[in-house]
């Protein structure tokens, strides 16, 4: 019995993460300090930008917490393939109105060009990751981790990620403003009839595609007249991006299969596209709003003969 196991065994493919994409920063958790300068190796960043803790005593789980006034807190230079898809993922927390923030600085042959990849993020009190995909614009290029908030909160981050492709599941981006930039009040009630608000079970939860964020408006026309706990996603015009103000809640009630309902004016990415056809499939309602929104994206087509 025990000979014919080895064999199997020897006979049996390498079970090595072959298709797990490759990391392409070095010391993406900030563990490794082996010239003992008190740094993270691979980043280059100084004691006046960070501090490099340990999380718990002896535990060799470190972070770096960001200095008061410190704006850039490490870099790092990166090598990318053009037009290849990466995906960036992003542990953090802050505190006091800190703001995270990783920026893509790059060039064809120096980095010189500048590309927000996660920006403004009002990350929470306890760790949580942030993630993001984007094509590589050019071969040369540099990583910028951030507070964004400069003069005001902490940053902290315990791991910056970037592997090459993108997953097979949906990335909704977390959509934030700088607090000048934030409404003061809820927005103005228009004249309209309650005819569907208040519902006797309670708000239908709602997954919103829309254009643009200047398409909100007709939104809030809709939950005025009807009772909808929505998170409201931003696509695009081609459904290339994938935006929301409420993009933790909105990734989690999508992989969780919490939506009721799936309201469809827009294009979107075969990823959202994806989860939301297997949701239908369990039962969740579509409304697809034919235009901008794409029926054929979740319905297969089929044609009329002549003598139908």
Same mark, same amino acid.
């Given at each position: 019995?025990?000979?014919?196991?080895?064999?199997?065994l020897?006979?049996?493919?390498?079970?090595?993460a072959?298709?797990?994409?490759?990391?392409?920063l070095?010391?993406?958790g900030?563990?490794?300090?082996?010239d003992?300068?008190?740094?993270?190796?691979g980043?280059?960043t100084?004691?006046?930008?960070?501090?490099?803790?340990?999380?718990?005593?002896m535990?060799?789980?470190?972070?770096?917490?960001?200095?008061?006034?410190?704006?850039?807190?490490?870099?790092?230079?990166?090598?990318?393939?053009?037009?290849q898809?990466y995906?960036?993922?992003l542990?953090c927390k802050s505190?006091?109105?800190?703001?995270?923030?990783?920026?893509?600085?790059?060039?064809?042959?120096?980095?010189?060009?500048e590309?927000?990849?996660?920006?403004?993020?009002?990350a929470?009190? /306890? +760790? =949580?990751?942030?993630?993001t995909?984007?094509?590589?614009p050019?071969?040369v &290029?540099?990583?910028?981790?951030?507070? #964004? %908030?400069?003069?005001k909160?902490?940053?902290?981050?315990?791991?910056?990620?970037?592997?090459?492709g993108?997953?097979?599941?949906p990335?909704?981006?977390?959509?934030?403003?700088?607090?000048i930039?934030?409404p003061?009040?809820?927005?103005?009630?228009s004249?309209?009839?309650?005819?569907?608000s208040?519902?006797?079970?309670?708000?239908?939860?709602?997954?919103?595609?829309?254009?643009?964020?200047?398409?909100l408006?007709?939104l809030?026309?809709?939950?005025?007249?009807?009772?909808?706990?929505?998170?409201?996603v931003?696509?695009?015009?081609?459904?290339?991006?994938?935006n929301s103000?409420?993009?933790?809640?909105?990734?989690?009630?999508?992989?969780?299969g /919490? +939506? =009721?309902?799936?309201?469809?004016?827009?294009?979107?990415?075969?990823a959202? &596209?994806k989860?939301i056809?297997?949701? #239908? %499939?369990?039962?969740?309602?579509?409304?697809?709003?034919?235009?901008?929104?794409?029926?054929s994206?979740?319905?297969e087509?089929?044609p009329?003969?002549?003598d139908?």
């Open positions: 019995m025990l000979k014919a196991l080895v064999l199997l020897a006979l049996a493919p390498p079970c090595f072959q298709d797990v994409p490759t990391e392409r070095q010391n993406p900030f563990d490794r300090d082996a003992g300068d008190g740094l993270p190796d980043w280059s100084d004691e006046g930008r960070i501090q490099w803790h340990e999380k718990m005593f535990g060799k789980d470190y972070e770096i917490i960001s200095r008061p006034g410190a704006y850039v807190l490490a870099t790092q230079d990166v090598d990318l393939e053009k037009g898809k995906t960036l993922t542990k505190d006091a109105g800190g703001l995270a923030g990783v920026l893509l600085l790059h060039g064809e042959d120096r980095p010189h060009r590309m927000p990849l996660l920006w403004n993020v009002q929470a009190g /306890e +760790y =949580e990751e942030y993630v995909s984007f094509e590589a050019n071969p &290029a540099c990583v910028y981790i951030y507070n #964004v %908030a400069r003069t909160g902490t940053v902290y981050y315990d791991r910056v990620s970037l592997r090459e993108e997953p097979d599941y990335i909704i981006n977390q959509f934030s403003l700088k607090e930039d934030r003061l009040t809820e927005p103005l009630p004249r309209h009839i309650d005819w569907a208040p519902l006797a079970g309670g708000p239908i939860k709602a997954f919103v595609t829309i254009r643009n964020f200047r398409c408006r007709q809030i026309e809709l939950t005025q007249r009807i009772d909808l706990d929505y998170d409201a931003e696509t695009g015009y081609t459904g290339d991006v994938c103000m409420t993009g933790r809640r909105a990734m989690k009630r999508l992989q969780d /919490e +939506y =009721e309902v799936f309201i469809v004016p827009s294009r979107v990415g075969e959202v &596209a989860s056809r297997e949701q #239908v %499939a369990r039962g969740a309602g579509l409304v697809v709003v034919e235009g901008f929104g794409r029926s994206t979740f319905v087509g089929h009329v003969g002549d139908a």
